[in-house]
Structures are given as C-alpha cells and as structure tokens.
C-alpha cells in the first residue's frame, strides 16, 4: 500500500527565509502532484512532475522529484506572507487501479 | 471555463437523513474523483469514475455511501442514513485522461455537518 509522508508537518518561518519541504512515498511511482490549499478553501494545483529528475518552478515555489529515491521536495525561496497556506504531495500509485493518494499536509504559516 | 461545480456547499443534516452531495465536472473532462477530507484522516479517496464508469470504490467507507455518473457531466455521492461521523468536506475532482500528467482540478468541496 502506498503511504506518502511530508515533514515538517507544521513550518512556521520569518519573511524573507529560505526552507524545503520534503514528501517521501513507499512504493515506485512516477507521477507526483503539489497542491495548496488556503483555510476553508479548495485545493489549488501547483506542480505536476512526471520524471525522474523533473524541476518546476513558479515564482518563490520549486519542486522537484526523485524517482529513485522516493522524494520530491518543495523548496520555498525568501518567503512572504501570501504563501501562508497548507501544501499537500499527492503521488499515484502503479499498477492495478491507480490512485492518487495524498500526504497529511504541511501548514506554512509566514510571519512578517 | 467554470471549473468544477458543486453543490450544495455547505449542508447541516440530522443523523438518518438521507444526504446527497452533487458535482459538474469541467466540460471536456473524463476522469471524475470523489474525496472526503477531515482533520483526523486528511484526504481520502472515495471513488472515481473513468468515462462514466466506476473504476475503483474501494474507498468509499460502507454501504450507506453511493455515487453515480449518469453523464459525462453529472455525478452525484449519495449518504443514506447519514451520521455524525461522516460531517467532513466533500470534494469532486476532475481531469482529462485520469492521472496522465494531466492536471486534476478541485472543485470548492461541500462541506456536510450531521447533527
């Protein structure tokens, strides 16, 4: 069964910081989605990444995966209050009826 | 385009009553997804759908849950009897072409209360 883990699961960080957050996953997969979601809101698609050594970037957010090692990592650069948010990895399984099963959220909270 | 719609967006219910929570997908859109997220077991996959066809159920918690697409635009989740336990937000979800790099969008959840 494929189990997706984040840490930290809560990140509380000044303006202007740098810090990652890293998603593991148990079995292979190569397909790995990043979501945010504001309080009370709908999650918002951030990052779809397909391969192995695949990088997005999109403003202060760069994600990025390892197949190999299971690990995909979202890196915020110098952030700012409007990043306060959760952010969820969600990565699908293989074989059989795929699924996209999410981690428990990582809740950034950006303090000025 | 609209994204995904659904309704009602929030309900409260008495525990037995039936519940029935309803999604349009984006229009074009052949993979359909149905979540449940709480604060205890986060997000959960319910169903999802694959042309209208029901692909894998093994989430949905128990016999008193259903979901159905009649049409590629229309999908319905269905509690009957309703309970406490099962207050949480709903949310639909849908993508072209299931998981295939393709982007899968949200739509803004229905948010059920059972008292």
């Known amino acids: 069964e494929l189990k997706v883990e984040q840490n930290p699961l809560f990140l509380s960080m000044q303006e202007g910081k740098n810090y990652t957050i890293y998603c593991n996953y148990s079995?292979?997969?190569?397909?790995l989605y990043w979501y945010r979601q504001d309080p009370g809101k709908s999650l918002e698609s951030l990052f779809v990444?397909?391969?192995?050594?695949a990088v997005k970037q999109e403003g202060r957010l760069m994600a990025s995966l390892d197949t190999k090692a299971r690990l995909s990592t979202l890196h915020i650069t110098a952030a700012v209050h409007d990043l306060s948010a959760t952010y969820f990895c969600?990565?699908?399984?293989?074989?059989?009826?795929?699924?996209?099963?999410f981690g428990k959220g990582t809740k950034l909270t950006v303090n000025p | 385009d609209a994204g995904v719609i659904q309704s009602p967006r929030h309900e409260v219910t008495e525990m037995g009553q039936e519940v029935t929570l309803r999604c349009k997908p984006i229009?074009?859109?052949?993979?359909l997804f149905w979540y449940r997220q709480t604060m205890m077991r986060g997000l959960e996959l319910l169903i999802y759908?694959?042309?209208?066809?029901?692909?894998?159920d093994s989430g949905m918690p128990e016999d008193r849950f259903s979901a159905k697409m009649p049409n590629a635009s229309f999908s319905t989740l269905k509690i009957q009897p309703s309970e406490p336990r099962d207050s949480a937000v709903y949310f639909c979800?849908?993508?072209?072409?299931?998981?295939?790099?393709?982007?899968?969008?949200f739509g803004e959840g229905s948010w059920l209360t059972v008292v």
């Open positions: 969600a990565v699908v399984t293989q074989g059989g009826s795929e699924k996209l099963v």
């Open positions: 759908f694959n042309n209208n066809v029901p692909i894998d």
């Open positions: 229009s074009g859109h052949n993979s």
């Open positions: 990444l397909l391969s192995n050594g």
């Open positions: 079995t292979t997969s190569d397909r």
């Open positions: 979800a849908s993508s072209l072409d299931r998981y295939y790099g393709n982007t899968i969008y």
